[in-house]
């Protein structure tokens, strides 16, 4: 990989993950106002965990993709 490419996907790497800060920041402010801000919490965590729960299902997946290329 070239340093170019190099600079490119850490460019898109930090637009993506700040952008990503706002948009999250955005609708959790929109849904606690809607259902109060220890749901906001609740709803979030439980997402998390959901798909901490697929990921970890999945990793054999991942390993074989990895390990075949």
């Not at 990989?1 to 637009?15: A, K, W």
């Not at 609740?42 to 390993?63: D, E, K, N, P, T």
């Amino acid at each position: 990989m070239s340093d170019e490419n190099r600079g490119q996907i850490t460019g898109l790497y930090v637009m993506a993950s700040t952008g990503a800060v706002a948009i999250g920041n955005l609708i959790a402010g929109a849904l606690a106002s809607k259902i109060a801000s220890g749901n906001t919490v609740i709803l979030g965590a439980s997402i998390c965990i959901a798909g901490s729960i697929f990921f970890m299902q999945q990793i054999s997946i991942f390993r074989d993709q990895i390990i075949r290329n």
